[in-house]
Protein backbone atom coordinates (compact mmCIF):
# COMPACT_ATOMS: atom_id res chain seq x y z
CA UNK A 1 0.00 0.00 0.00
CA UNK A 2 1.68 3.34 -1.03
CA UNK A 3 2.36 6.12 1.71
CA UNK A 4 0.66 9.32 0.97
CA UNK A 5 3.13 12.21 -0.10
CA UNK A 6 1.97 15.62 -0.48
CA UNK A 7 2.08 17.19 -4.35
CA UNK A 8 3.91 20.29 -2.87
CA UNK A 9 5.57 21.46 -5.85
CA UNK A 10 1.95 21.28 -7.34
CA UNK A 11 0.99 23.13 -4.78
CA UNK A 12 3.47 26.22 -4.98
CA UNK A 13 3.27 26.29 -8.17
CA UNK A 14 -0.34 26.79 -8.28
CA UNK A 15 -0.29 29.08 -5.42
CA UNK A 16 2.29 31.19 -7.41
CA UNK A 17 1.18 30.86 -10.96
CA UNK A 18 -2.17 30.79 -10.68
CA UNK A 19 -4.23 31.75 -7.41
CA UNK A 20 -1.67 34.89 -7.38
CA UNK A 21 -0.19 34.76 -4.02
CA UNK A 22 2.20 37.17 -4.13
CA UNK A 23 -0.12 39.95 -5.41
CA UNK A 24 -2.32 38.71 -2.04
CA UNK A 25 0.65 39.22 -0.14
CA UNK A 26 0.56 42.89 -1.37
CA UNK A 27 -2.86 43.27 0.62
CA UNK A 28 -2.03 44.94 4.23
CA UNK A 29 -3.73 42.16 6.06
CA UNK A 30 -1.41 39.84 4.30
CA UNK A 31 1.65 41.77 4.53
CA UNK A 32 3.60 38.53 5.86
CA UNK A 33 2.03 35.71 4.14
CA UNK A 34 3.84 35.76 0.49
CA UNK A 35 5.67 32.42 -1.31
CA UNK A 36 7.77 31.98 1.62
CA UNK A 37 5.56 31.69 4.14
CA UNK A 38 3.58 29.38 2.34
CA UNK A 39 6.19 27.74 1.52
CA UNK A 40 7.56 27.15 5.11
CA UNK A 41 3.90 26.52 5.98
CA UNK A 42 2.95 23.80 3.47
CA UNK A 43 6.24 22.08 4.36
CA UNK A 44 5.85 21.78 7.68
CA UNK A 45 1.81 20.83 7.10
CA UNK A 46 3.25 17.59 5.05
CA UNK A 47 5.73 16.73 7.51
CA UNK A 48 2.69 16.04 9.90
CA UNK A 49 0.23 14.73 7.71
CA UNK A 50 2.56 12.32 6.11
CA UNK A 51 4.53 11.54 9.55
CA UNK A 52 1.32 11.39 12.06
CA UNK A 53 -2.24 11.51 10.29
CA UNK A 54 -1.99 9.59 7.47
CA UNK A 55 -0.62 6.07 8.79
CA UNK A 56 -4.24 6.25 10.80
CA UNK A 57 -6.25 6.06 7.84
CA UNK A 58 -6.15 2.16 7.15
CA UNK A 59 -6.30 1.56 10.62
CA UNK A 60 -9.24 3.83 11.18
CA UNK A 61 -11.36 1.87 8.23
CA UNK A 62 -10.50 -1.41 9.93
CA UNK A 63 -11.25 -0.13 13.48
CA UNK A 64 -14.09 2.38 13.17
CA UNK A 65 -14.96 4.34 16.08
CA UNK A 66 -17.55 2.93 18.79
CA UNK A 67 -20.09 3.80 20.95
CA UNK A 68 -19.95 2.45 24.90
CA UNK A 69 -22.63 3.88 27.18
CA UNK A 70 -23.36 7.31 25.13
CA UNK A 71 -19.86 7.70 24.67
CA UNK A 72 -17.76 7.72 21.64
CA UNK A 73 -14.53 6.36 21.57
CA UNK A 74 -12.61 7.38 18.43
CA UNK A 75 -10.15 5.07 16.85
CA UNK A 76 -7.25 4.19 17.89
CA UNK A 77 -4.72 6.87 17.66
CA UNK A 78 -6.79 9.29 16.41
CA UNK A 79 -7.21 11.63 20.14
CA UNK A 80 -3.34 11.15 20.26
CA UNK A 81 -3.20 12.64 16.65
CA UNK A 82 -5.82 15.33 17.08
CA UNK A 83 -3.51 16.60 19.94
CA UNK A 84 -0.71 17.02 17.70
CA UNK A 85 -2.81 18.95 15.28
CA UNK A 86 -4.16 21.38 17.77
CA UNK A 87 -0.86 21.99 19.49
CA UNK A 88 0.97 22.04 15.75
CA UNK A 89 -1.99 25.28 15.73
CA UNK A 90 -3.19 23.55 12.44
CA UNK A 91 -7.16 24.64 13.49
CA UNK A 92 -6.00 28.42 13.68
CA UNK A 93 -4.25 28.19 10.39
CA UNK A 94 -7.01 30.92 8.24
CA UNK A 95 -8.83 32.16 11.49
CA UNK A 96 -8.17 35.68 13.29
CA UNK A 97 -5.08 36.36 15.74
CA UNK A 98 -7.31 37.91 17.83
CA UNK A 99 -9.07 34.68 18.74
CA UNK A 100 -5.45 32.76 18.90
CA UNK A 101 -4.93 31.58 14.82
CA UNK A 102 -2.69 32.61 12.94
CA UNK A 103 -4.68 34.91 10.50
CA UNK A 104 -3.44 33.50 7.18
CA UNK A 105 -5.03 33.72 3.44
CA UNK A 106 -7.58 30.96 2.96
CA UNK A 107 -5.61 30.32 -0.06
CA UNK A 108 -2.66 28.98 2.34
CA UNK A 109 -4.92 26.88 4.53
CA UNK A 110 -6.51 25.65 1.57
CA UNK A 111 -3.55 23.02 0.46
CA UNK A 112 -3.17 22.79 4.47
CA UNK A 113 -6.79 21.25 4.50
CA UNK A 114 -6.35 19.63 1.19
CA UNK A 115 -3.10 17.63 3.04
CA UNK A 116 -5.34 16.63 6.37
CA UNK A 117 -7.80 15.38 3.73
CA UNK A 118 -5.24 13.47 1.63
CA UNK A 119 -3.71 12.17 4.97
CA UNK A 120 -7.13 10.97 6.82
CA UNK A 121 -10.52 11.89 5.67
CA UNK A 122 -12.49 10.50 8.57
CA UNK A 123 -9.76 12.49 10.69
CA UNK A 124 -10.13 15.57 9.07
CA UNK A 125 -13.97 15.90 8.84
CA UNK A 126 -13.76 17.04 13.01
CA UNK A 127 -11.33 20.11 11.82
CA UNK A 128 -13.89 20.72 8.93
CA UNK A 129 -16.97 21.41 10.56
CA UNK A 130 -15.32 22.85 13.53
CA UNK A 131 -13.84 25.34 10.51
CA UNK A 132 -17.36 25.77 9.86
CA UNK A 133 -18.53 26.61 13.18
CA UNK A 134 -15.88 29.63 13.70
CA UNK A 135 -17.19 31.00 10.55
CA UNK A 136 -20.52 31.14 11.78
CA UNK A 137 -19.73 32.60 14.89
CA UNK A 138 -17.88 35.10 13.71
CA UNK A 139 -20.32 35.92 11.01
CA UNK A 140 -23.48 35.93 13.15
CA UNK A 141 -22.61 35.38 16.61
CA UNK A 142 -22.83 38.01 19.61
CA UNK A 143 -19.19 39.20 20.26
CA UNK A 144 -20.15 37.78 24.32
CA UNK A 145 -20.72 34.38 22.10
CA UNK A 146 -17.65 34.98 20.22
CA UNK A 147 -15.33 35.47 23.06
CA UNK A 148 -16.77 32.41 25.01
CA UNK A 149 -16.51 29.50 22.32
CA UNK A 150 -14.28 31.05 18.99
CA UNK A 151 -10.74 30.90 21.01
CA UNK A 152 -11.51 27.20 22.79
CA UNK A 153 -12.35 26.06 19.26
CA UNK A 154 -9.37 27.61 17.12
CA UNK A 155 -7.15 26.14 20.62
CA UNK A 156 -8.97 22.26 19.84
CA UNK A 157 -10.20 22.09 23.18
CA UNK A 158 -13.40 22.02 22.25
CA UNK A 159 -14.72 21.21 18.61
CA UNK A 160 -17.98 22.08 16.24
CA UNK A 161 -20.71 20.62 14.56
CA UNK A 162 -23.58 21.56 12.45
CA UNK A 163 -27.02 20.29 13.56
CA UNK A 164 -29.82 20.05 10.43
CA UNK A 165 -30.78 16.92 9.27
CA UNK A 166 -33.78 15.13 11.27
CA UNK A 167 -35.31 12.35 10.06
CA UNK A 168 -38.05 13.76 8.27
CA UNK A 169 -36.22 16.54 6.99
CA UNK A 170 -32.79 16.31 5.07
CA UNK A 171 -32.36 18.70 2.36
CA UNK A 172 -36.44 20.11 2.90
CA UNK A 173 -35.30 21.96 5.87
CA UNK A 174 -38.88 23.50 5.87
CA UNK A 175 -40.07 20.50 7.82
CA UNK A 176 -37.25 20.73 10.83
CA UNK A 177 -39.66 20.10 14.04
CA UNK A 178 -36.61 20.62 16.90
CA UNK A 179 -38.17 23.06 19.34
CA UNK A 180 -36.74 25.67 20.72
CA UNK A 181 -38.46 27.51 24.45
CA UNK A 182 -37.06 30.51 25.42
CA UNK A 183 -36.17 30.94 29.21
CA UNK A 184 -36.15 34.37 31.38
CA UNK A 185 -32.80 34.39 31.87
CA UNK A 186 -32.66 34.44 27.79
CA UNK A 187 -31.36 31.20 26.82
CA UNK A 188 -33.43 28.46 25.04
CA UNK A 189 -34.14 25.05 25.86
CA UNK A 190 -34.01 22.65 22.78
CA UNK A 191 -35.60 19.63 22.02
CA UNK A 192 -35.73 17.35 19.24
CA UNK A 193 -33.33 14.76 17.32
CA UNK A 194 -31.06 15.80 14.55
CA UNK A 195 -29.39 12.92 12.40
CA UNK A 196 -26.10 12.21 10.87
CA UNK A 197 -24.10 14.62 12.56
CA UNK A 198 -20.91 14.26 11.46
CA UNK A 199 -18.28 14.21 14.96
CA UNK A 200 -21.31 14.50 17.25
CA UNK A 201 -20.06 13.15 19.96
CA UNK A 202 -15.74 11.77 20.12
CA UNK A 203 -12.85 11.60 23.18
CA UNK A 204 -10.76 13.62 21.56
CA UNK A 205 -11.51 16.99 22.93
CA UNK A 206 -13.12 18.44 26.63
CA UNK A 207 -16.31 19.91 24.99
CA UNK A 208 -18.69 20.19 21.83
CA UNK A 209 -19.80 23.15 20.17
CA UNK A 210 -23.10 22.37 18.55
CA UNK A 211 -25.05 24.89 16.15
CA UNK A 212 -28.20 23.70 16.28
CA UNK A 213 -31.37 24.82 14.01
CA UNK A 214 -34.40 24.70 15.76
CA UNK A 215 -37.88 26.53 15.66
CA UNK A 216 -39.07 28.91 18.85
CA UNK A 217 -43.20 27.98 19.59
CA UNK A 218 -44.69 30.84 17.12
CA UNK A 219 -42.25 30.80 14.52
CA UNK A 220 -43.46 31.46 10.79
CA UNK A 221 -44.21 27.79 8.83
CA UNK A 222 -41.19 26.89 6.56
CA UNK A 223 -37.84 27.83 5.87
CA UNK A 224 -38.85 31.34 7.32
CA UNK A 225 -39.56 30.37 11.20
CA UNK A 226 -35.87 28.32 11.86
CA UNK A 227 -33.79 30.03 14.34
CA UNK A 228 -29.66 28.88 15.52
CA UNK A 229 -28.91 28.04 18.63
CA UNK A 230 -25.48 27.52 19.61
CA UNK A 231 -25.95 24.58 22.49
CA UNK A 232 -22.72 23.27 24.09
CA UNK A 233 -22.44 19.72 25.31
CA UNK A 234 -20.99 20.65 28.64
CA UNK A 235 -21.35 24.78 29.35
CA UNK A 236 -19.10 26.90 30.03
CA UNK A 237 -18.11 27.20 33.71
CA UNK A 238 -17.35 30.55 35.60
CA UNK A 239 -13.40 29.73 34.62
CA UNK A 240 -15.00 29.63 30.50
CA UNK A 241 -14.15 25.89 30.38
CA UNK A 242 -15.97 23.03 30.35
CA UNK A 243 -18.75 23.16 33.01
CA UNK A 244 -22.23 21.02 33.88
CA UNK A 245 -23.64 18.50 31.11
CA UNK A 246 -26.14 19.32 28.94
CA UNK A 247 -29.13 17.65 27.94
CA UNK A 248 -27.96 16.32 24.30
CA UNK A 249 -27.00 12.88 24.08
CA UNK A 250 -25.24 10.33 21.61
CA UNK A 251 -28.29 7.76 20.82
CA UNK A 252 -26.69 5.66 17.88
CA UNK A 253 -23.66 6.43 15.46
CA UNK A 254 -24.12 5.21 11.82
CA UNK A 255 -22.49 1.82 10.07
CA UNK A 256 -21.38 3.61 6.36
CA UNK A 257 -20.48 2.41 3.50
CA UNK A 258 -17.33 4.60 3.89
CA UNK A 259 -15.37 7.12 6.16
CA UNK A 260 -16.22 4.62 9.20
CA UNK A 261 -13.82 6.44 11.44
CA UNK A 262 -15.84 9.50 11.55
CA UNK A 263 -18.35 8.90 14.01
CA UNK A 264 -21.68 10.11 12.38
CA UNK A 265 -23.87 10.07 15.49
CA UNK A 266 -27.94 10.38 16.02
CA UNK A 267 -28.22 13.05 18.98
CA UNK A 268 -31.43 13.99 21.24
CA UNK A 269 -31.43 16.86 22.52
CA UNK A 270 -34.05 17.39 25.85
CA UNK A 271 -33.93 13.89 27.33
CA UNK A 272 -33.45 14.84 30.40
CA UNK A 273 -30.30 12.85 30.68
CA UNK A 274 -27.24 15.98 31.49
CA UNK A 275 -27.28 18.42 34.85
CA UNK A 276 -29.44 20.76 33.65
CA UNK A 277 -32.68 19.13 34.16
CA UNK A 278 -34.86 18.43 30.85
CA UNK A 279 -33.95 20.89 27.57
CA UNK A 280 -30.47 21.44 26.18
CA UNK A 281 -29.79 24.95 27.23
CA UNK A 282 -28.87 26.90 24.08
CA UNK A 283 -27.88 30.25 23.31
CA UNK A 284 -29.84 32.24 19.97
CA UNK A 285 -27.49 33.13 17.61
CA UNK A 286 -28.24 36.90 15.87
CA UNK A 287 -32.18 37.21 15.56
CA UNK A 288 -35.24 34.70 15.42
CA UNK A 289 -36.29 33.18 12.42
CA UNK A 290 -32.97 34.24 10.58
CA UNK A 291 -31.39 30.58 11.41
CA UNK A 292 -30.89 29.23 7.77
CA UNK A 293 -29.40 32.68 6.65
CA UNK A 294 -26.76 31.84 9.67
CA UNK A 295 -26.14 28.92 8.51
CA UNK A 296 -25.39 29.22 5.09
CA UNK A 297 -22.03 31.23 6.46
CA UNK A 298 -21.33 27.34 7.76
CA UNK A 299 -22.91 25.39 4.79
CA UNK A 300 -20.40 27.34 2.39
CA UNK A 301 -17.17 26.97 4.00
CA UNK A 302 -18.27 23.27 4.37
CA UNK A 303 -19.15 23.24 0.90
CA UNK A 304 -16.32 24.35 -0.39
CA UNK A 305 -14.10 22.16 2.39
CA UNK A 306 -15.69 19.12 0.76
CA UNK A 307 -15.20 19.96 -2.79
CA UNK A 308 -11.22 20.24 -1.52
CA UNK A 309 -11.99 16.46 -0.31
CA UNK A 310 -12.89 15.66 -3.27
CA UNK A 311 -9.42 17.18 -4.80
CA UNK A 312 -7.85 15.14 -1.84
CA UNK A 313 -8.69 12.03 -2.15
CA UNK A 314 -8.50 11.96 -5.77
CA UNK A 315 -4.82 12.81 -5.13
CA UNK A 316 -4.43 9.55 -2.70
CA UNK A 317 -6.07 7.53 -5.02
CA UNK A 318 -3.87 8.54 -7.70
CA UNK A 319 -1.18 8.22 -5.54
CA UNK A 320 -1.60 4.79 -4.75
CA UNK A 321 -2.18 4.06 -8.82
CA UNK A 322 0.51 5.26 -9.88
CA UNK A 323 2.88 3.55 -7.44
CA UNK A 324 0.97 -0.35 -8.08
CA UNK A 325 1.45 0.61 -11.92
CA UNK A 326 4.90 0.95 -12.00
CA UNK A 327 5.34 -2.34 -9.35
CA UNK A 328 2.84 -4.28 -10.98
CA UNK A 329 4.52 -6.75 -13.60
CA UNK A 330 2.02 -8.13 -15.97
CA UNK A 331 1.82 -8.76 -19.56
CA UNK A 332 3.88 -8.10 -22.47
CA UNK A 333 4.22 -4.72 -24.39
CA UNK A 334 1.74 -4.10 -27.24
CA UNK A 335 4.58 -2.80 -28.87
CA UNK A 336 6.28 -5.76 -28.46
CA UNK A 337 8.87 -6.63 -25.34
CA UNK A 338 10.93 -9.67 -24.67
CA UNK A 339 8.64 -10.57 -21.88
CA UNK A 340 6.26 -9.40 -19.42
CA UNK A 341 6.31 -5.70 -17.98
CA UNK A 342 4.87 -3.42 -15.45
CA UNK A 343 1.69 -2.20 -16.57
CA UNK A 344 2.90 1.86 -16.56
CA UNK A 345 3.96 0.46 -19.93
CA UNK A 346 0.90 -0.27 -21.20
CA UNK A 347 -1.19 2.21 -23.26
CA UNK A 348 -4.47 2.28 -21.38
CA UNK A 349 -3.22 2.12 -17.97
CA UNK A 350 -1.10 5.26 -18.84
CA UNK A 351 -4.73 6.92 -19.70
CA UNK A 352 -6.47 5.84 -17.21
CA UNK A 353 -3.48 7.21 -15.21
CA UNK A 354 -3.40 10.48 -16.74
CA UNK A 355 -7.26 11.00 -16.50
CA UNK A 356 -6.63 10.62 -12.51
CA UNK A 357 -3.85 13.20 -12.46
CA UNK A 358 -5.44 16.05 -15.14
CA UNK A 359 -8.54 15.62 -13.10
CA UNK A 360 -7.22 16.04 -9.94
CA UNK A 361 -4.81 19.06 -10.86
CA UNK A 362 -7.39 20.93 -12.22
CA UNK A 363 -9.72 20.58 -9.56
CA UNK A 364 -6.89 21.83 -7.55
CA UNK A 365 -6.17 24.97 -9.14
CA UNK A 366 -9.89 25.57 -9.64
CA UNK A 367 -10.22 25.58 -5.97
CA UNK A 368 -7.06 27.34 -4.95
CA UNK A 369 -8.07 29.96 -7.17
CA UNK A 370 -11.58 30.21 -5.59
CA UNK A 371 -9.98 30.47 -2.17
CA UNK A 372 -7.65 33.60 -3.35
CA UNK A 373 -10.76 34.99 -4.70
CA UNK A 374 -12.13 34.90 -1.46
CA UNK A 375 -9.47 36.17 0.38
CA UNK A 376 -9.58 39.94 -2.15
CA UNK A 377 -13.33 39.45 -1.19
CA UNK A 378 -12.83 39.72 2.29
CA UNK A 379 -9.03 41.91 2.55
CA UNK A 380 -9.03 43.83 -0.98
CA UNK A 381 -8.54 47.65 -0.52
CA UNK A 382 -11.44 48.73 -3.04
CA UNK A 383 -14.71 48.01 -2.24
CA UNK A 384 -15.52 47.48 -6.35
CA UNK A 385 -12.73 44.80 -5.90
CA UNK A 386 -13.60 43.03 -2.97
CA UNK A 387 -17.07 42.79 -4.61
CA UNK A 388 -16.37 41.52 -7.74
CA UNK A 389 -13.84 38.86 -6.21
CA UNK A 390 -16.52 37.64 -3.99
CA UNK A 391 -19.28 37.08 -6.48
CA UNK A 392 -16.23 34.76 -8.61
CA UNK A 393 -15.97 32.67 -5.35
CA UNK A 394 -19.50 32.51 -4.75
CA UNK A 395 -20.06 31.37 -8.20
CA UNK A 396 -17.07 28.61 -8.04
CA UNK A 397 -18.40 27.01 -4.62
CA UNK A 398 -20.96 25.12 -6.11
CA UNK A 399 -18.67 23.99 -8.95
CA UNK A 400 -15.77 23.13 -6.18
CA UNK A 401 -17.94 21.30 -4.31
CA UNK A 402 -19.93 19.45 -7.17
CA UNK A 403 -17.41 18.81 -10.06
CA UNK A 404 -14.50 17.99 -7.65
CA UNK A 405 -16.41 15.06 -6.20
CA UNK A 406 -17.87 13.85 -8.55
CA UNK A 407 -14.49 13.99 -10.23
CA UNK A 408 -13.28 11.94 -6.94
CA UNK A 409 -15.71 9.46 -7.39
CA UNK A 410 -14.33 8.68 -11.10
CA UNK A 411 -10.86 8.66 -10.05
CA UNK A 412 -10.90 6.53 -7.10
CA UNK A 413 -12.95 4.70 -9.52
CA UNK A 414 -10.35 4.47 -11.74
CA UNK A 415 -7.79 3.77 -9.17
CA UNK A 416 -9.46 0.41 -8.34
CA UNK A 417 -9.33 -0.50 -12.44
CA UNK A 418 -5.68 0.34 -12.26
CA UNK A 419 -5.07 -2.51 -9.50
CA UNK A 420 -7.05 -4.98 -11.74
CA UNK A 421 -8.84 -7.40 -9.63
CA UNK A 422 -6.46 -6.58 -6.05
CA UNK A 423 -8.60 -3.46 -6.67
CA UNK A 424 -11.36 -5.39 -5.74
CA UNK A 425 -9.59 -6.89 -2.56
CA UNK A 426 -9.84 -4.81 0.49
CA UNK A 427 -6.05 -5.68 1.70
CA UNK A 428 -5.06 -3.40 -0.74
CA UNK A 429 -6.27 -0.59 0.57
CA UNK A 430 -7.81 1.35 -2.41
CA UNK A 431 -11.00 -0.04 -2.54
CA UNK A 432 -12.10 2.34 1.21
CA UNK A 433 -10.80 5.73 -1.71
CA UNK A 434 -13.40 4.46 -3.38
CA UNK A 435 -15.93 3.63 -0.79
CA UNK A 436 -14.57 7.41 1.13
CA UNK A 437 -15.36 8.53 -1.80
CA UNK A 438 -18.81 8.04 -2.29
CA UNK A 439 -20.07 10.31 0.12
CA UNK A 440 -18.78 13.20 -1.20
CA UNK A 441 -21.53 14.03 -3.94
CA UNK A 442 -24.14 13.57 -1.19
CA UNK A 443 -23.23 15.35 1.88
CA UNK A 444 -23.19 19.43 2.81
CA UNK A 445 -25.62 18.96 -0.57
CA UNK A 446 -25.90 16.39 -3.34
CA UNK A 447 -24.31 17.36 -7.10
CA UNK A 448 -27.93 18.27 -7.67
CA UNK A 449 -28.39 20.76 -5.07
CA UNK A 450 -25.07 22.63 -6.20
CA UNK A 451 -26.17 22.46 -9.78
CA UNK A 452 -29.48 24.56 -8.91
CA UNK A 453 -27.39 26.48 -6.81
CA UNK A 454 -25.48 27.19 -9.87
CA UNK A 455 -28.48 27.71 -11.91
CA UNK A 456 -30.79 30.07 -9.86
CA UNK A 457 -28.74 31.69 -7.56
CA UNK A 458 -25.05 32.11 -9.68
CA UNK A 459 -26.25 32.37 -13.29
CA UNK A 460 -30.22 33.32 -13.54
CA UNK A 461 -30.29 35.82 -10.70
CA UNK A 462 -27.48 38.39 -12.12
CA UNK A 463 -28.22 37.92 -15.23
CA UNK A 464 -25.46 35.97 -16.13
CA UNK A 465 -23.18 38.67 -15.36
CA UNK A 466 -20.45 36.61 -13.32
CA UNK A 467 -20.75 33.87 -15.32
CA UNK A 468 -19.54 35.72 -18.71
CA UNK A 469 -17.09 37.79 -16.94
CA UNK A 470 -15.35 34.56 -16.48
CA UNK A 471 -15.56 33.56 -20.19
CA UNK A 472 -14.36 36.61 -21.14
CA UNK A 473 -11.30 36.10 -19.28
CA UNK A 474 -11.11 32.50 -20.81
CA UNK A 475 -11.09 34.50 -24.35
CA UNK A 476 -7.99 36.17 -23.03
CA UNK A 477 -5.96 33.23 -21.80
CA UNK A 478 -7.28 31.36 -25.64
CA UNK A 479 -5.73 34.75 -27.21
CA UNK A 480 -2.44 34.40 -25.22
CA UNK A 481 -1.87 31.00 -26.40
CA UNK A 482 -2.58 31.13 -29.65
CA UNK A 483 0.06 34.31 -29.62
CA UNK A 484 3.19 31.85 -27.89
CA UNK A 485 2.99 29.32 -30.81
CA UNK A 486 3.71 25.77 -30.06
CA UNK A 487 2.03 22.24 -31.00
CA UNK A 488 0.80 21.61 -27.61
CA UNK A 489 -0.18 25.91 -26.91
CA UNK A 490 -2.29 25.53 -30.36
CA UNK A 491 -3.92 22.19 -29.46
CA UNK A 492 -5.22 23.49 -26.10
CA UNK A 493 -5.94 27.23 -26.95
CA UNK A 494 -8.41 25.12 -29.26
CA UNK A 495 -9.98 23.05 -27.25
CA UNK A 496 -10.12 25.71 -24.66
CA UNK A 497 -12.45 28.07 -27.39
CA UNK A 498 -14.49 25.34 -28.15
CA UNK A 499 -15.22 24.64 -24.77
CA UNK A 500 -15.31 28.51 -23.46
CA UNK A 501 -18.18 28.72 -26.53
CA UNK A 502 -20.29 25.59 -25.19
CA UNK A 503 -20.27 27.24 -22.02
CA UNK A 504 -21.28 30.50 -23.27
CA UNK A 505 -24.32 28.34 -25.25
CA UNK A 506 -25.10 27.00 -22.03
CA UNK A 507 -25.22 30.33 -19.98
CA UNK A 508 -27.24 31.91 -22.62
CA UNK A 509 -29.98 28.58 -22.58
CA UNK A 510 -30.29 28.98 -18.69
CA UNK A 511 -31.06 32.61 -18.55
CA UNK A 512 -33.65 32.23 -21.47
CA UNK A 513 -35.05 28.72 -19.92
CA UNK A 514 -35.06 30.15 -16.50
CA UNK A 515 -37.82 32.51 -17.82
CA UNK A 516 -39.41 30.07 -20.36
CA UNK A 517 -39.21 26.71 -19.05
CA UNK A 518 -37.89 25.98 -15.45
CA UNK A 519 -38.20 22.61 -15.14
CA UNK A 520 -36.24 21.76 -17.90
CA UNK A 521 -32.90 24.19 -17.54
CA UNK A 522 -32.96 22.28 -13.68
CA UNK A 523 -33.56 18.66 -15.81
CA UNK A 524 -30.14 19.67 -17.37
CA UNK A 525 -28.33 21.74 -14.30
CA UNK A 526 -26.06 18.69 -13.33
CA UNK A 527 -24.68 19.02 -16.75
CA UNK A 528 -24.50 22.27 -17.14
CA UNK A 529 -22.28 22.15 -13.93
CA UNK A 530 -19.78 19.61 -15.17
CA UNK A 531 -19.54 21.94 -18.36
CA UNK A 532 -18.86 24.71 -16.05
CA UNK A 533 -16.31 22.20 -13.97
CA UNK A 534 -14.59 21.56 -17.36
CA UNK A 535 -14.35 24.30 -18.87
CA UNK A 536 -12.98 26.30 -16.10
CA UNK A 537 -10.68 23.97 -14.70
CA UNK A 538 -9.33 23.44 -18.22
CA UNK A 539 -9.01 27.45 -18.09
CA UNK A 540 -6.82 26.66 -15.34
CA UNK A 541 -4.65 24.48 -16.87
CA UNK A 542 -4.53 26.40 -20.07
CA UNK A 543 -3.08 29.36 -17.62
CA UNK A 544 -0.81 26.72 -15.61
CA UNK A 545 0.77 25.21 -19.26
CA UNK A 546 1.32 29.03 -20.11
CA UNK A 547 3.05 29.70 -17.25
CA UNK A 548 5.15 26.31 -17.61
CA UNK A 549 6.13 27.40 -20.98
CA UNK A 550 7.47 30.87 -19.49
CA UNK A 551 9.45 28.99 -17.01
CA UNK A 552 11.21 27.14 -19.73
CA UNK A 553 11.91 29.77 -21.88
CA UNK A 554 13.58 31.53 -18.88
CA UNK A 555 15.45 28.51 -18.10
CA UNK A 556 13.83 28.80 -14.87
CA UNK A 557 12.06 25.60 -12.17
CA UNK A 558 12.07 22.06 -12.49
CA UNK A 559 12.23 21.32 -16.53
CA UNK A 560 11.19 17.91 -15.30
CA UNK A 561 8.07 19.55 -13.57
CA UNK A 562 6.88 22.04 -16.07
CA UNK A 563 7.07 19.57 -19.13
CA UNK A 564 4.68 16.97 -17.55
CA UNK A 565 2.42 20.14 -16.43
CA UNK A 566 2.33 21.20 -20.23
CA UNK A 567 1.33 17.36 -21.28
CA UNK A 568 -1.23 17.03 -18.04
CA UNK A 569 -3.03 20.13 -19.83
CA UNK A 570 -2.91 18.58 -22.82
CA UNK A 571 -4.05 15.78 -22.01
CA UNK A 572 -6.81 17.67 -20.23
CA UNK A 573 -7.55 19.42 -23.28
CA UNK A 574 -8.32 16.42 -25.61
CA UNK A 575 -9.69 13.91 -23.28
CA UNK A 576 -11.74 16.49 -20.57
CA UNK A 577 -12.57 19.56 -22.30
CA UNK A 578 -13.05 17.71 -25.75
CA UNK A 579 -16.47 16.64 -23.45
CA UNK A 580 -17.56 19.78 -23.12
CA UNK A 581 -19.69 20.20 -26.39
CA UNK A 582 -21.79 17.11 -25.86
CA UNK A 583 -22.61 18.47 -22.43
CA UNK A 584 -24.02 21.36 -24.29
CA UNK A 585 -25.93 19.40 -26.19
CA UNK A 586 -27.38 17.98 -22.88
CA UNK A 587 -28.55 20.71 -21.35
CA UNK A 588 -29.85 22.75 -24.42
CA UNK A 589 -31.50 19.70 -26.27
CA UNK A 590 -31.28 16.51 -23.82
CA UNK A 591 -32.56 18.02 -21.23
CA UNK A 592 -36.32 18.43 -21.58
CA UNK A 593 -36.15 14.53 -22.31
CA UNK A 594 -35.99 13.97 -18.55
CA UNK A 595 -39.15 15.13 -18.14
CA UNK A 596 -40.83 13.48 -21.59
CA UNK A 597 -41.26 10.05 -19.75
CA UNK A 598 -44.75 9.53 -17.80
CA UNK A 599 -44.39 8.40 -14.07
CA UNK A 600 -45.97 5.21 -14.92
CA UNK A 601 -43.82 4.11 -16.91
CA UNK A 602 -40.44 4.43 -14.85
Known amino acids: MATYRAPLEDMLFVLRQLAGIDELAALPDFADAGYDTARAVLEECAKFNEGVVAPLNRSGDLQPAILENGEVKTSPGF ?72 PRMISGEWTGTMNLTEPQAGSDLALLRTRAVAQPDGSYRIFGQKIFITYGEHDMADNIVHLVLARTPDAPEGVKGISLFVVPKRLPGEDGGAGRRNDVWCQSIEHKLGIKASPTAVLLYGDDKGEVGPGAIGYLVGEENRGLEYMFVMMNAARFAVGMQGVALSERAYQQAVAYARERVQSRDVAGSSGPVTIIHHPDVRRMLMTMRACTESARALAYVAAAASDAGHHASDETVRRQNMAVYEFLVPIVKGWSTELAIEVASLAVQVHGGMGFIEETGVAQHYRDARILTIYEGTTAIQANDLVGRKTARDGGAVARALLAQVRQTEAELAARGGADLAAIAARLAAGRAALETAVAFVLDAFRADVRAVFAGSVPYLKLAG ?58 PGALAMPEEAF
Open 79 to 150: AEAFRGFVEGGWQGVQHPEQFGGQGLPKVVATPCIEMLNSANLSFALCPLLTDGAIEALMVAGSHAQQQRFV
Open 534 to 591: IVLSGWQMARAALAADSLLKAGEGDARFLAAKIATARFHADHLMSQAPGLCTALTEGA
